[in-house]
């Protein structure tokens, strides 16, 4: 790292101090983890990272105004890449204001760059336009737009006529495939269509860091029984927003698997002989034990069944 670090400094002097100073800035930060032996200075180490985090997840959820209050507090100014996010709100704001101006331009300005991508924004724009005259009517208007900004897109032919029938139609339409076409939810479609092409030209990957180490955790602990009917209140992966989350996610793959009691939380062993009640159901011995002293009788937690100890079955796993 002090390498690279002497490397990038001399660079400063060639015009690009600005990014070479912020690339100084972060090597130090890594630096300052792989040299830190005090616990107290480790932990802010990792409020700090935690912060970039949130700062990025806040970005790409244009929260802008909490991710700049945090930047500000946390002191983090160098170490997140705000430029891009920011460029692109009063984009998303005209947009969303349907006004199609600043993004077109914005097309113009990166023009050779979008060449490279797989989405032709610009005539999804240039389209939006063209329907917005159709819905006031202005067919001759919407027409000459057309012969203008929209036969030499390069877009597909087939979704060129597909846009050019709209002329055919009122606004009002019942067809549903141009009902959609017509609605002014393709204003919250073109916003986000923006901010992915955004990402792209920026090298920003279309999920949020937090997202992904969420999804990395996830995938260790879940299972099968996470998407059953006995699912357990003390497993993430059960409970609701991250059982959607990890949804995508492959099952873990457990070379040696644990019965964990779902009473206690504790390991069955041994120590800890797993019993099954006549339901079928399997919970540890010393948490039946202890109900069974505490309450008298042994309630099923899955069923609410009601029994007793001597009821009860070792279970033996081979």
Not at 130 to 157: C, M, N, W
Not at 252 to 264: G, V
Not at 285 to 302: D, K, N, S
Request: negative net charge; charged residues 30%.
């Amino acid at each position: 790292l002090r390498r690279v670090r002497e490397a990038v400094v001399s660079t400063q002097s060639t015009g690009e101090g600005g990014y070479a100073g912020r690339c100084v800035e972060r090597l130090d930060y890594l630096q300052d983890y792989i040299d830190e032996t005090d616990t107290k200075a480790e932990n802010v180490w990792r409020k700090k990272r935690l912060n970039r985090v949130l700062v990025d997840y806040f970005l790409r959820n244009s929260n802008y105004d909490t991710a700049i209050q945090l930047v500000k507090s946390a002191g983090i100014e160098g170490e997140v890449d705000m430029e891009p996010f920011l460029a692109g709100r009063e984009i998303e704001k005209s947009l969303a204001a349907h006004n199609t101006a600043p993004c077109l331009k914005w097309c113009n300005e990166n023009r050779s760059r979008l060449k490279k991508t797989k989405v032709n924004l610009e005539f999804k724009l240039h389209a939006q336009n063209f329907i917005e005259r159709i819905k006031v009517e202005d067919y001759s208007g919407a027409i000459q737009y057309a012969q203008k900004h929209l036969i030499d897109t390069g877009e597909d032919p087939e979704r060129l006529q597909e846009t050019m029938v709209l002329l055919a139609f009122k606004p009002d339409t019942e067809c549903e495939k141009y009902k959609k076409m017509f609605s002014d939810d393709r204003w919250e479609e073109l916003v986000l269509e923006f901010r992915r092409t955004n990402f792209e030209l920026h090298h920003l990957h279309s999920d949020s860091l937090l997202s992904t180490l969420l999804q990395s955790g996830l995938s260790v602990i879940k299972t099968h029984q996470c998407y059953s009917s006995e699912r357990s209140g003390d497993c993430p992966v059960c409970n609701e927003p991250l059982n959607t989350l990890a949804s995508s996610l492959p099952f873990s793959h457990c070379t040696q698997s644990r019965l964990i009691c779902r009473i206690s939380g504790e390991v069955m062993n041994e120590h800890n002989h797993p019993l099954m009640l006549p339901n079928g159901h399997v919970y540890g011995e010393r948490a039946l034990t202890e109900m069974m002293e505490r309450e008298g009788v042994i309630v099923c937690p899955g069923t609410e069944e009601v029994f007793w100890l001597d009821q009860c079955k070792k279970v033996y796993v081979m």
